[in-house]
């Protein structure tokens, strides 16, 4: 017998695949409709001995189900659960069922997206995806982009291309907010930005830029002929949804000759509403955009986007000519996904939100930010409705940051009032109330929420902050 007559030993017989994919996506849907009888998080550290995760490799394999049935029963359930009705922490994400199966399609189908000539078809798909989003930004015809890992990414591919496209971009300040998100920072280090050059504008208590600081700032730089190469407005600020004003960031990148970049990562798809559109008024003058369609259009993570005003400019930045990529380069560079981003071999994440779209509609999805939106200001609602709960900030963009103040809490000290805050949380996540996390406004730990999720409901909400008000009532200091 010739080596050819031998099977891998990596395939399974045609009936087999079938039963291992039916018994998944069974798991799959009967996760889906018991997920609100499940608590939000269930991440208590794991035996892992009980677990039985064998350090070596097994050098044979075992049947796929039971393979499955342990992911399933072991590993899968062992984490948060951010599609939870009542998961309100970090930035919630719910991927719709569609969604689901155009990741799953995407990795049968083994697209390699990163030249049109190995994905013309899905290569297609992608521009009209992201091109969907350049005009709910309403960026002018001929902007483009693509479509990255996450926010991260693409406030990288951002940076860079900023940098790339500057006449003279050594020595130059980047300018963000100091609430402007990590990876802004970081953004900058990977591209040789350092700390010197990164200006932390201040904001105001809500989080949104202090715009009159940013024009000082730049004036002062420039007295000091230090040149202005970005400026990084946010359009919902991490912690607590704060619309910079971009109108007036976009004015100051002009005088200064700046690059003009909008993170609107989980805020961006809020101008697929009326009031969403309104608090981003002038991010359609950006040079640059970031948008998370995994965190606020229901896509299963990854899936990022970065929108360019001139799409050239990410060409520059990183296009390369190797000499084993040459056949893909007889098309139109421009076109290929690889010659616009950092990585070459990209999966096709524009399925996901194709289908999804087709599948319900942008109408759809608006109603769902819409709903979120009205959660929000619920929310806040009842916050002030409570003797115990006080609000901090918000709503802004699905976001409302609270204090718990128990009986006693005119004695408390600034750490005592901290820890409070910090012991609700981990409790409501702990009991399986609700998943909120914490975060800083004015020098105070609060309680934050965030409602993006398209599951939640207002009893979840109700539920949520009832829960914290009657702990909060019961609060005894240890
Ligand atoms: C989440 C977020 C990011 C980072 O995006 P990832 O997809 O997590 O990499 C950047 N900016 C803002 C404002 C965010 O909310």
Redesign the pocket.
Known sequence: MSRDDVESGLELDAEAMRALGYAAVDALVERYVRLPDAAPWDGRPVDRPALNLPADCPEEGAPAAEVLERALRDVLPHAARLDHPRFLA??PSSPTWPAVIGDLLAAGFDVFQGTRLAAEGPCAVEDVVVDWFRRWIGLPEGAGGLL????????LDAVVAAREAASAPAGGLVYVSAE?????ERACRVAGIGAERIRAVPCARGGAMRTGELARQLEADRRAGRRALLIGA?????STGAVDDLPAVAELARQHGAWFHV?????GFACLVARGRAALAGIERADSV?M?P??WLFQP??A?CLLMRDPSALLRAFHADPAYLRDAHEHDVLSNPADRGLQLTRSFRALKIWMSLMTFGRAAHARAIDRALDLAVEAATRVGDSERLALVTGPQLGILTFEARPDGWEALDGPARDGVQEALSRRAREEGAAFLSTTRVGGRRVLRMCILGHRTRSADVAAALAWLDRAAASWRAA
């Open positions: 970090y930035v990255t890992s996450g926010g991260s990414a693409a406030n402007a998100h990590s990876s802004m946010t359009a919902g600020t991490t993170d609107a990562a989980y805020g970031t998370d995994h965190k993570i990854e990022g």
